[in-house]
């Protein structure tokens, strides 16, 4: 059974803290991604990565940034914090053409 | 750009009804769609893509170029089909999803 693994289910931080969000998969996937889901918007892609230390925008990046340094894992880091990023956030690995994207339980961030 | 709509944010629809979930793209290329459903507490996973043309717990999906649609249709809903529903559009390699919409199935 494929697994995508989201460290914590749940996260209270503050405003300017620095979060990190951790996603490790074990299906040996290159493509990884991060969404957000809210309410009425969807899922929209932050950040993706289809290697090792490889990274491209999505289309909101802003107040975010990335780190893959192994291929397995898939870090989202909020440099700091704000209001406006409390959400859920969701990882997802890509085997490539032919394969679903495998989701995790996704991480729901409160920032206060 | 909006590349995948789904019009409906709520669909509510009595046990036994059938079930439209519409979903229209924008791509000028030759498109991958997918069906993605999450259950309450569970994880967003596949339910159908295009390419296969499978029947997946009685819903079906046609891609239609003409209409740049994709809509998931099922003759007769069922009580575990509530659930939230989005519609994917893969480019390359990015996945690209709609709005969702949310399914009640009204016993």
């Known amino acids: 059974d494929v697994k995508v693994t989201q460290s914590s289910r749940y996260l209270v931080k503050r405003t300017g803290e620095k979060v990190f969000l951790e996603c490790v998969q074990d299906m040996d996937h290159e493509n990884m991604f991060w969404y957000r889901q809210d309410p009425g918007l969807g899922l929209r892609l932050i950040y993706f990565s289809y290697d090792v230390k490889m990274k491209e925008k999505g289309d909101i990046p802003e107040g975010y940034s990335v780190s893959r340094e192994k291929k397995e894992r898939f870090s989202l880091i909020l440099e700091s914090a704000s209001t406006n990023q409390t959400s859920m956030y969701l990882c997802a690995g890509w085997g490539g053409i032919n394969s679903p994207l495998h989701f995790g339980n996704g991480t729901r961030l409160t920032v206060t | 750009a909006q590349r995948v709509t789904q019009p409906e944010k709520l669909l509510s629809v009595f046990k036994g009804a059938p079930v439209e979930l519409k979903c229209n793209y924008s791509y000028s290329g030759s498109p991958e769609l997918f069906w993605y459903v999450q259950y309450s507490r569970q994880r967003l996973q596949l339910l159908l893509r295009?390419?296969s043309r499978e029947s997946i717990k009685g819903f079906t999906a046609d891609l239609n170029k003409g209409e740049t649609s994709f809509h998931l249709k099922k003759p007769f809903a069922q009580e575990e089909d509530s659930a939230m529903y989005y519609c994917?559009?893969?480019?390359?390699?990015?996945?690209?999803f709609g709005t969702g919409t949310s399914l009640t199935v009204i016993p």
């Open positions: 994917a559009l893969l480019t390359g390699n990015q996945f690209y």
């Open positions: 295009h390419i």
